[in-house]
C-alpha cells in the first residue's frame, strides 16, 4: 500500500532544513520498520512551503499503527532533533493502491 504525504510548513526556512536535514534522515529510519521511500519532493512555484513524499507500506501492516510506532521510536526522536515539531503547519494523507498498468507497485 502507497501513501502520499503532503507537509505544510511554516516558512521558506523551516521547508529547507525539514527537507535537507530531518525528512533526509527519515529515509534510514523508516526503512528500519520497512517503510521504502519512493520520492521526495518540494513544491516549486507559490509560497505554499510543501514537502511531498510517496511512500509505501509492508503487506498487511496498518498503516496508522505503523506511523504511531515509528514516530514514537527513538530513532525517530533523533531524526527530529533541533527540529521545532510546531513549524509543520499541516500533515495531509492519501493511501494509494495501484493500478494494474502502474510503473511501481
Keep these: 500500500m502507497f501513501q502520499f504525504r503532503t507537509y505544510t510548513l511554516r516558512?521558506?526556512?523551516?521547508?529547507h532544513r525539514y527537507a535537507t536535514v530531518h525528512w533526509a534522515r527519515h529515509l534510514e529510519t523508516f526503512a528500519a520498520f520497512g517503510v521504502t521511500t519512493h520520492g521526495v519532493w518540494?513544491?516549486?512555484h507559490g509560497n505554499a512551503n510543501r514537502l511531498v513524499a510517496l511512500i509505501s507500506y509492508p503487506t498487511g501492516v496498518d498503516p496508522d499503527l505503523l506511523t504511531r510506532q515509528i514516530m514514537a521510536s527513538p530513532e525517530f526522536g533523533a531524526d527530529m532533533?533541533?527540529?521545532?515539531p510546531a513549524d509543520i503547519v499541516d500533515v495531509a494523507t492519501v493511501l494509494l493502491d495501484p493500478t494494474s498498468f502502474s510503473p511501481i507497485h
Aim: charged share 35%.
Design 81 to 84: 532533533a533541533g527540529f521545532d
Design 11 to 15: 516558512s521558506p526556512d523551516a521547508l
Design 42 to 44: 518540494t513544491e516549486r
